[in-house]
Structure formats: structure tokens, C-alpha cells
């Protein structure tokens, strides 16, 4: 059985993470990294996205992007895919080249997209790379400071608009936005989450069950329901079949224990398992979840 989809909206934008599996580099020459943003441009215009920056290691690609359909999960599955095929044939390996399921954070659009294109922009310092950013040559940091004749992938305006009105005005400013950073020698760190979804450093209990909130907020609002009666204590029968779908997708998603889901969704430990077990059985075959009214 696959995966439930993440619930995702449209016109949202995201800070969005690939890294390789089992920590192995995603690119091995750099024909590699101008087949990927040729799949990239070409899914950018089938998936109606906006790319706002990018920024291409061996370990991990980064992305900050806009979609104004709800179908982020839909890009990236073909997205990775069509990678995957391309670097298994030309290098003559196999198996999967992705660390599962992408990384993604939901921004604010007004405050977020500035901080995160700088975080993007800088990870080749953080990487180690002794070029400036702005000379890192796969990354969208140089098209923030030249102009937009030619370019095609990058929609560099929604960061630059915040610092001026006047192109050269904000491509002086945003290079001293990366200085400032630079120089302060601070640690690298994305801007809060969109209201009600800020994360804590990976892997701590908090940011599991704060991105459990976050995906039963938008499952919630995708069906047009409350989310107190999703995780209520009440048995809605009409919404049974859609509660154990999001328990299941948290408990795979976020990455919370049966103790944690069962105090989230007021839930018996007992009752989280059995639904646990049903769904990951090899032969069940869960009804898809119609859109309540």
C-alpha cells in the first residue's frame, strides 16, 4: 500500500529539502546537475510552480519554491523520479538515490522567502566551498544580483521586492542581507514556519508533534472540517475512516509513537495499534476518503 498523500495548498510556498540516501552524493559531474535543472525547468512549467531559489550540493538539494495548484507532493514525486532514472542509467547503479520522503516547511510569503533564499544561498559556505555564494556556480544566488534577460527558471522579484524598488537598488541590498550574515558569523537557520507550524532543531520530540499539529491542521482544512473533531474524543462516524488515514500518516510522517498519537488523537494506545496494523497489513486496501460537506 502506498502512502497517504501530505495534504498541501495552493498558493503556498516552501522551503523544500532532497538529500541523498544513506548520505551518497546526488551528483557525480556537472552534466549531472544540468540534467536536474532541466527536469526542474520542464516541472516547473507542467506543475504551474514558481522557483524562488535553489541551491545544488552533493549531499542535498535545496529549494524554494511557490505552487499555485496543491500539488507539491505530485512535483516532487516526479521530479525525484525522473532523477533517479536519469543518474541510475548514466552511472550504471541502482536502487533508490533519495533519502525517503522530501523535507518541506511551509513559509509565510510576506516574511519568510528573503531569509530562506538567503539560508539556500549560503549553504555552500556552510558546506565548505571557499567561493563566495554569489560565485557558487549552481545556485540561484547569482541571479539575484544580475539582471533577468535569458532567465527562465528563477522568479527572483518576491525576494528582491522587500529590500527596494529599483533592480540595482535591491541586488546592492540583498548581497549586503548575505554579508550581514557572513560576517556575524551566526549559525545558519531558516525563518519561522507560517503561524502554528514552527519547527525545533531535527529530531526532537517537539518538532515531531509540532509537524503532526501542522498535518492534521491541513488535513483538517482540505476536508472542510474541524479539527477538534478529528482529534476529539467523540466518535464521529462519518469522519472515521478520514481519522484513521491521518493517524496513519502522522505515525508515518512525523514520525510519532503510538503513546504520542494516542494522546493526540485522545485515543486508547491499544486502538492506535490496531489501526496502525491494519493499515501497513499486506492486504489491506483502505477506501480512498471523499471530501466531506
Given at each position: 500500500?502506498g502512502r497517504?498523500?501530505?495534504?498541501?495548498?495552493a498558493?503556498?510556498?516552501?522551503y523544500?529539502?532532497?538529500a541523498?540516501?544513506?548520505?551518497?552524493d546526488l551528483?557525480?559531474?556537472?552534466?549531472?546537475?544540468?540534467?536536474?535543472l532541466?527536469l526542474?525547468?520542464?516541472r516547473?512549467?507542467?506543475?504551474?510552480?514558481r522557483?524562488?531559489?535553489?541551491?545544488?550540493?552533493?549531499p542535498?538539494?535545496?529549494l524554494?519554491?511557490?505552487?499555485?495548484?496543491p500539488?507539491?507532493?505530485?512535483?516532487?514525486?516526479?521530479?525525484?523520479?525522473a532523477?533517479?532514472?536519469?543518474?541510475?542509467?548514466?552511472?550504471?547503479?541502482a536502487?533508490?538515490?533519495?533519502?525517503?520522503?522530501f523535507?518541506?516547511?511551509?513559509?509565510?510569503p510576506?516574511e519568510?522567502?528573503?531569509?530562506?533564499?538567503?539560508?539556500?544561498?549560503l549553504?555552500?559556505l556552510?558546506?565548505?566551498?571557499?567561493?563566495?555564494?554569489?560565485?557558487?556556480?549552481?545556485?540561484?544566488?547569482a541571479?539575484?544580483?544580475?539582471?533577468?534577460?535569458g532567465?527562465?527558471l528563477?522568479?527572483t522579484?518576491?525576494v528582491l521586492?522587500r529590500?527596494?524598488?529599483?533592480?540595482?537598488k535591491?541586488?546592492?541590498?540583498?548581497?549586503q542581507?548575505?554579508?550581514?550574515k557572513?560576517?556575524?558569523?551566526?549559525?545558519?537557520g531558516?525563518?519561522?514556519?507560517?503561524?502554528?507550524?514552527?519547527?525545533?532543531?531535527?529530531?526532537?520530540?517537539?518538532?515531531?508533534?509540532?509537524?503532526?499539529?501542522?498535518?492534521?491542521?491541513?488535513?483538517?482544512?482540505?476536508?472542510g472540517i474541524?479539527?477538534?473533531?478529528?482529534v476529539?474524543?467523540?466518535?464521529?462516524?462519518e469522519?472515521?475512516?478520514?481519522?484513521?488515514?491521518?493517524?496513519h500518516?502522522?505515525?508515518?510522517d512525523?514520525?510519532?509513537?503510538v503513546s504520542e498519537?494516542a494522546r493526540l488523537?485522545?485515543?486508547?494506545?491499544?486502538a492506535?495499534?490496531?489501526?496502525?496494523?491494519?493499515?501497513?497489513?499486506?492486504?489491506?486496501?483502505?477506501?480512498?476518503?471523499k471530501?466531506?460537506?
Amino acid at each position: 500500500m502506498g502512502r497517504p498523500l501530505r495534504a498541501q495548498i495552493a498558493g503556498a510556498c516552501y522551503y523544500v529539502r532532497l538529500a541523498g540516501n544513506n548520505r551518497q552524493d546526488l551528483f557525480r559531474a556537472n552534466e549531472d546537475r544540468r540534467h536536474f535543472l532541466a527536469l526542474l525547468r520542464n516541472r516547473k512549467e507542467r506543475f504551474e510552480l514558481r522557483i524562488y531559489a535553489y541551491c545544488l550540493l552533493d549531499p542535498a538539494i535545496h529549494l524554494l519554491l511557490k505552487t499555485e495548484k496543491p500539488n507539491l507532493s505530485q512535483f516532487m514525486q516526479s521530479l525525484s523520479t525522473a532523477y533517479t532514472k536519469y543518474f541510475n542509467h548514466r552511472h550504471g547503479v541502482a536502487g533508490h538515490l533519495f533519502q525517503g520522503r522530501f523535507q518541506s516547511r511551509l513559509l509565510e510569503p510576506e516574511e519568510g522567502l528573503a531569509e530562506a533564499s538567503r539560508y539556500i544561498h549560503l549553504q555552500p559556505l556552510k558546506a565548505g566551498y571557499r567561493e563566495k555564494p554569489w560565485r557558487y556556480p549552481w545556485s540561484s544566488c547569482a541571479a539575484h544580483f544580475e539582471g533577468q534577460a535569458g532567465e527562465t527558471l528563477v522568479d527572483t522579484e518576491p525576494v528582491l521586492s522587500r529590500f527596494a524598488k529599483i533592480r540595482i537598488k535591491q541586488s546592492v541590498r540583498y548581497l549586503q542581507f548575505l554579508k550581514d550574515k557572513m560576517k556575524a558569523g551566526q549559525e545558519l537557520g531558516l525563518p519561522p514556519s507560517a503561524p502554528g507550524t514552527q519547527s525545533a532543531p531535527p529530531g526532537n520530540p517537539q518538532e515531531r508533534l509540532i509537524q503532526a499539529q501542522r498535518l492534521l491542521r491541513e488535513l483538517a482544512a482540505a476536508q472542510g472540517i474541524e479539527l477538534s473533531r478529528l482529534v476529539g474524543p467523540l466518535q464521529w462516524r462519518e469522519i472515521a475512516a478520514l481519522r484513521r488515514q491521518a493517524i496513519h500518516r502522522v505515525w508515518k510522517d512525523a514520525g510519532l509513537g503510538v503513546s504520542e498519537l494516542a494522546r493526540l488523537f485522545n485515543r486508547s494506545p491499544g486502538a492506535i495499534s490496531q489501526c496502525l496494523r491494519r493499515f501497513e497489513a499486506p492486504d489491506s486496501r483502505p477506501m480512498p476518503v471523499k471530501k466531506l460537506k
